[in-house]
């Protein structure tokens, strides 16, 4: 009996002594709060020799027990390439996962990526409903992205009045982005007149809260000289010549055939604000149209330097240009889509213009533009494409000329993703032959071969075997 009594108080020290020694260990173990300002530090070398891959650790560790704000940090990580490889997808199941546990920076992340088409295409709505309903939880920068969305009319339906009550809010908060919009809003009269004091007030809150961008605004002085360059009104040219009613921007709901527009136009391009209701920035502009089978390529040429050349095929009532090509991405303009429309003997073209480094758009645009009759209707129709063949790395062009002339040569795929450089050929009076030593980049290919004079141009399409 005493055996049986020594054994069981034995097992009963010994399962004491066990427990004693897991309580220890689970408050030696650091907090989630001390893991995550250690992954914090790892990360971005505070105190600690960087290492982001050890962040990352910690950070799933953190996750995988469902830890909101980890979730959100393991997020960032994945989308901006920190100690892993880049993966938008899994950034976006992350973000999704913290939001759920309410984490309001989560919210915004997802919003971000809805806003710049991080993991696809970009959606302003959802991007704009998450912010609304991050700054309805008292987030500053769900303040800061539905106001910024809302002065846009981005996703929701552009309205000043109420993204400056947002951004107010979020500039009491410290948010630099609202104060600098503020001052953008106050210093331009953007549907109101102008307040200069209060736009200085925003630009130094702006700059006292970190918004590196208006440091030299505040530090010379220079809103009298900003005052002077947004000094604008009644000297827009169409404006006061009447071929623009006034100031707002007329709106073009449908479009026309740009057949029917082929040629080169000029005239202006006129920014507006976000609004449409006002005038900021005039400029000379050339644009030259050319269709293709079923799209439609544009030159725009601003102070005689091509800044945008594109594609686009109708699609509904606009010409929506899918796919960029590398080389679009150089230019200062990336037009996304085109809306045009004709009066009288103008023609308005309505274009959406992507900042493609920032993925955010441009102001309203607007072209106004008269048909280029600068040269002589005597001389139209003055050479003929008689036939294109494209072999063994060669393009062979016969052209039957009424004169001696020099033309231009281009030639791409039809939608522009394979575009050869341009070059100028003599003509003589009669039969011309012209071997052009070449090589599409791509095979079985669809090409059109465009050759012009002055404003004469002819085209012809033909089929590329880049095999042969």
Not at 45 to 59: H, M, R, T, Y
Not at 163 to 182: I, N, R, W, Y
Not at 270 to 284: F, G, H
Request: glycine share 6%; with cysteine.
């Amino acid at each position: 009996m005493k055996n049986i009594v020594y054994i069981v108080g034995m097992m009963l020290l010994f399962a004491f002594s066990a427990n004693a020694q897991q309580n220890d260990a689970q408050n030696n173990r650091p907090s989630d709060k001390h893991l995550l300002a250690l992954a914090h530090q790892y990360r971005y070398g505070i105190i600690k020799e960087a290492n982001p891959e050890k962040a990352v650790k910690i950070l799933s560790y953190l996750a995988r027990n469902n830890n909101a704000t980890a979730l959100n940090e393991l997020g960032k990580c994945y989308l901006n390439g920190d100690g892993v490889k880049i993966n938008a997808e899994l950034a976006y199941k992350l973000f999704s996962k913290a939001a759920k546990l309410g984490n309001n920076n989560a919210i915004c992340n997802l919003a971000l990526m809805y806003q710049k088409g991080l993991n696809g295409t970009a959606n302003f709505k959802k991007a704009y409903l998450l912010y609304k309903k991050a700054a309805e939880n008292g987030s500053v920068q769900g303040l800061y992205g539905s106001g910024y969305l809302l002065y846009k009319g981005l996703g929701v339906k552009q309205n000043y009045e109420e993204a400056v009550k947002l951004l107010q809010q979020g500039a009491e908060k410290g948010h630099p982005g609202c104060s600098m919009l503020l001052a953008s809003y106050y210093s331009n009269g953007y549907d109101r007149e102008q307040d200069l004091s209060k736009a200085e007030k925003y630009w130094k809150k702006a700059s006292r809260d970190g918004n590196s961008w208006t440091v030299d605004i505040t530090k010379n002085g220079m809103v009298d000289s900003i005052n002077k360059r947004i000094s604008h009104k009644n000297k827009w040219t169409h404006v006061k010549n009447h071929i623009l009613k006034d100031e707002n921007m007329p709106e073009i709901k449908s479009t026309i055939d740009a057949h029917n527009i082929e040629g080169v136009w000029i005239g202006k391009a006129y920014s507006y604000d976000w609004s449409k209701k006002n005038i900021l920035k005039e400029q000379d502009v050339k644009m030259d149209i050319r269709c293709i089978e079923d799209s439609v390529h544009v030159d725009i040429y601003t102070n005689d330097s091509l800044s945008t050349s594109y594609s686009s095929i109708l699609d509904g009532n606009k010409y929506i240009s899918n796919k960029l090509t590398n080389e679009q991405k150089q230019y200062s303009w990336t037009v996304t889509q085109t809306l045009f429309d004709t009066n009288n003997n103008y023609l308005f073209a309505d274009l959406k213009v992507l900042n493609y480094r920032t993925r955010s758009f441009s102001k309203p645009l607007l072209a106004v533009l008269n048909r280029d009759n600068s040269y002589d209707a005597e001389s139209m129709n003055t050479f003929s494409i008689a036939s294109v063949q494209y072999k063994s790395g060669k393009l062979k062009i016969t052209i039957d000329a009424s004169q001696s002339m020099n033309v231009d040569i281009t030639a791409s795929s039809v939608t522009g993703l394979v575009r050869l450089p341009s070059c100028s050929r003599e003509l003589h009076s009669g039969h011309n032959t012209i071997v052009i030593p070449t090589l599409f980049e791509k095979s079985d290919v669809v090409a059109v071969v465009t050759i012009s004079h002055k404003n004469e141009r002819h085209s012809k399409t033909i089929t590329v075997n880049g095999r042969e």
